[in-house]
């Protein structure tokens, strides 16, 4: 160290200034910062956000060259200069750390095909849904639909829906499901696939076995699997039969479940297994108007909302872990408020996780990036005001710049899964990334081969970095550019990104910062 010479980091971001309030564009540079109050600083690749003061920024602004040790000691406590290499503002003179992220990627790219990332298994148990929602992503990208369509699935675009069975099962006999009236538009004949809208019990089965084998040999001791839709609680039979059949634990392997649902179907015996497995609960509410009840945009609400909420307060009730997601679009805009977040602290939740719009362009060509991220920082606001944490992939983002804890356990794919971690199951047990990609990557009776596929291929190593237009920006290393699927359907590639999605994202990170900045002040004083 006494005869090294280390130099500043190309990729030390700092707060933006006042001035520099252009957020299409990259921003955050060190010779932005014009303040004499500590600001704070954080690595674009690799988070590792600090309180840094103006002596600080001079001496990396200073050390652009190459500094020796001996020199940087003359200016700067030696406790804090090794905080300074520890967080990567100051490296060896000559190191670019993008050749880390580079490793990484020639590592990854060895190791993908044995399926080793993978951790994490989505079954679309029923591409039905007795709601029928605006801006739904299941049946709104086009290419989706196209794929799953030509490779034998049945998904319906535009609303779905569908007139439920009202009888309850006869003792003794599974439940079946809903009564597909005028959306039974599948007929397929391969009766061991299921190739109505819902997912045999089979295929959820074979699908967790051969997810579990699969994590045993990579030596993986965890396996999430989450019950997704359509609305899963068409396929309650399914669910029930998947927590009964594998438990929290089996063949040395340790689960956990998680459910989103449109909160409108929760039964006794539903609610009881959901309480006992701890499955987190997702309920979808778009919005909350208490004077006439409407909570979901742009559809034929026959589910009064007393019913969803009685469903929320007796999850939590029973121990379940529930939780509310939202959306901000172009579908919920004019509705999208504070109500809701009211019904959350008065239901004793503490978080709200927000998606914003998949839909990016059509959203944004309606909505400026700045009106879209001033709405969600002032509902933020208003949400520490309730005790509510909002939360969400713009929040994870955030995360990952301030804890270094979060970017470690998210780097790769960091806040998309679809980036290697995750497998969607269609009911056929046909195998995508995510239920809104488009890309089919095999099936269910070749679980192994389902790695050495060019998609997955395509997919998994979209880590750490999303594609050339991100070189440069803040967020290089925290942020995913959006949803994998929403980017094939607005660019058809994963690699090329949104410009009004980046712009809010800049923006409301921006603010989140500055939020974080001003606590760790009042920490200070």
């Known amino acids: 160290m006494q005869n090294s010479l280390y130099q500043s980091s190309r990729y030390v971001r700092t707060l933006r200034a006042a001035g520099d309030r252009d957020f299409s564009s990259f921003g955050g540079r060190l010779d932005s910062y014009e303040g004499d109050d500590r600001t704070m600083a954080f690595h674009s690749l690799f988070g590792n956000a600090r309180l840094i003061d103006r002596d600080v920024v001079d001496l990396l602004r200073d050390a652009s060259e190459g500094v020796s040790w001996e020199r940087l000691r003359g200016r700067l406590d030696e406790d804090s200069l090794r905080d300074l290499l520890e967080a990567r503002f100051l490296v060896e003179a000559g190191h670019d750390e993008a050749r880390e992220i580079d490793e990484l990627l020639e590592n990854r790219q060895n190791a993908l095909g044995t399926g080793v990332f993978h951790s994490s298994i989505q079954l679309v148990l029923t591409n039905a849904c007795n709601f029928s929602c605006q801006g739904c992503f299941a049946y709104n990208f086009d290419g989706g639909v196209q794929e799953r369509n030509t490779s034998g699935e049945s998904v319906k675009p535009g609303p779905v829906l569908l007139e439920l069975r009202r009888s309850r099962p006869e003792p003794g006999r599974p439940d079946s499901g809903p009564t597909l009236a005028r959306g039974d538009w599948n007929h397929g004949s391969d009766e061991g696939r299921n190739p109505s809208m819902h997912m045999s019990r089979e295929v959820a089965e074979k699908t967790v076995e051969e997810a579990i084998a699969l994590r045993k040999a990579n030596g993986g001791g965890h396996l999430t699997v989450s019950f997704f839709g359509g609305e899963p609680t068409l396929a309650r039979g399914t669910i029930l039969h998947v927590l009964r059949t594998f438990g929290d634990r089996h063949d040395g392997v340790t689960l956990s479940y998680d459910l989103t649902s449109n909160g409108s179907r929760i039964d006794d015996e539903l609610l009881e297994a959901l309480a006992r497995h701890r499955v987190d609960t997702t309920v979808s509410i778009d919005y909350l108007v208490p004077e006439t009840g409407e909570f979901r945009g742009g559809q034929q609400q026959r589910t009064p909302w007393a019913v969803v909420r009685k469903a929320i307060l007796d999850m939590k009730a029973a121990g379940v872990p529930v939780s509310i997601t939202t959306v901000l679009s172009q579908y919920t805009w004019d509705k999208w408020g504070t109500p809701l977040i009211d019904f959350v602290a008065e239901a004793g939740l503490d978080t709200l996780d927000v998606i914003v719009s998949f839909q990016a362009r059509e959203f944004f060509d309606k909505h400026s990036p700045h009106e879209v991220a001033q709405r969600l920082l002032a509902a933020v606001d208003y949400g520490r005001e309730r005790g509510v944490q909002l939360s969400g992939y713009w929040y994870q983002t955030f995360q990952m710049i301030i804890d270094e804890a979060k970017w470690a356990e998210q ?49 998994g190593m979209r880590a750490y970095t999303n594609g050339p237009g991100c070189q440069g920006c803040e967020l290089q290393g925290t942020c995913s550019g959006g949803s994998a699927g929403a980017l094939e359907e607005e660019n058809g590639s994963i690699q090329v990104m949104s410009p009004g999605y980046c712009g809010y994202m800049r923006e409301v990170v921006q603010g989140l910062l500055e939020r974080h900045h001003t606590q760790s002040l009042a920490a200070l004083s």
Do not use: H, M
């Open 411 to 459: 780097a790769d794919y960091k806040t998309c899964p679809a980036v290697g971690r995750q497998l969607s199951i269609e009911p056929n047990g046909s195998v995508f990334a995510c239920k809104a990609t488009a890309r089919k990557l095999g099936t269910i009776d070749d679980w192994r081969g389902i790695f050495s596929s060019p998609a997955y291929q395509d997919y």
